[in-house]
């Protein structure tokens, strides 16, 4: 048992009230925490699946647009190497109780045709542009998912922390204080029946 270990004095009860204070304290301050980043995690799993739903009718739209152009220009490949190679993504971090999220961010310049008209289609503008509009949602699908694999990581850390205040280290303090408190009234209830007694011997020593 824990409170063996502690000798019964007034400085160690003392001591003891504090440390189960400070451990009541981490483990309010860590289920709030975690509550923050529950209810963080779970608007972003909503975004996401908006996102995901979102992002497979724009794939879906765009290599069917992709297709009919195949079909009615024959081979696209020139066109598509036309394509400039998106270098603009950036990624930086925001915080949230602590936990570093990702915020990836793209330029949002005006879709620019990058190749002529004349031996072209509509099929082919509208691949151009779903798929210009899917590496937007990509990007921003990147920064929820990733967000929430770490909110989920940071869930289950601060969750493991608080039980074990909850479940070890808080009981055990409170054990110790019981323990000291006991100890130190039963301790005062040996000396007022030992005074009691000197008290009784010296008026029946006076009489």
Same mark, same amino acid.
């Given at each position: &048992?824990?409170? *063996? ?10 001591a003891s009230?504090?440390a189960?204070?400070l ?19 779970? #608007? ?8 995901r ?5 724009t794939?879906?739209?765009?290599? #069917?647009?992709l *297709? &009919? ?11 598509? *190497? ?5 270098? @603009? ?7 949230? &109780?602590? =936990?570093?999220?990702?915020? =990836? ?7 620019h045709?990058?190749?002529?008209f004349? $031996?072209?289609? @509509?099929q ?5 542009? #779903? ?21 989920? =990581?940071?869930?289950?850390?601060? *969750?493991? $922390? ?6 070890i280290?808080?009981? $055990?303090?409170?054990?110790? =204080?019981?323990?000291i408190?006991?100890?130190?009234e ?21 009489t």
């Amino acid at each position: &048992m824990a409170e *063996q270990q502690v000798f019964p004095t007034k400085g160690n009860l003392i001591a003891s009230k504090k440390a189960l204070k400070l451990a009541t304290l981490g483990f309010d301050l860590l289920d709030r925490k975690r509550n923050i980043l529950i209810r963080e995690m779970m #608007s972003l799993i909503d975004r996401a699946k908006e996102l995901r739903g979102s992002i497979e009718d724009t794939y879906k739209e765009a290599y #069917s647009a992709l *297709q &009919m152009a195949n079909i009615t220009m024959g081979v696209i490949t020139p066109y598509c *190497q036309s394509v400039p190679i998106e270098n @603009s993504i950036e990624i930086s971090t925001r915080s949230v &109780m602590g =936990v570093e999220l990702p915020k =990836v961010s793209m330029d949002q310049r005006p879709l620019h045709i990058t190749y002529g008209f004349a $031996r072209t289609n @509509s099929q082919l503008d509208l691949a151009y542009i #779903s798929f210009a509009k899917a590496k937007e949602i990509t990007v921003l699908l990147a920064e929820v998912e990733n967000s929430i694999y770490r909110l989920a =990581v940071a869930i289950k850390k601060t *969750q493991r $922390r608080a039980n074990a205040l909850k479940n070890i280290i808080i009981p $055990r303090h409170e054990e110790i =204080v019981k323990y000291i408190t006991n100890a130190l009234e039963e301790k005062e209830r040996e000396e007022f029946s030992r005074l009691k007694v000197i008290k009784a011997r010296k008026v029946k020593s006076k009489t």
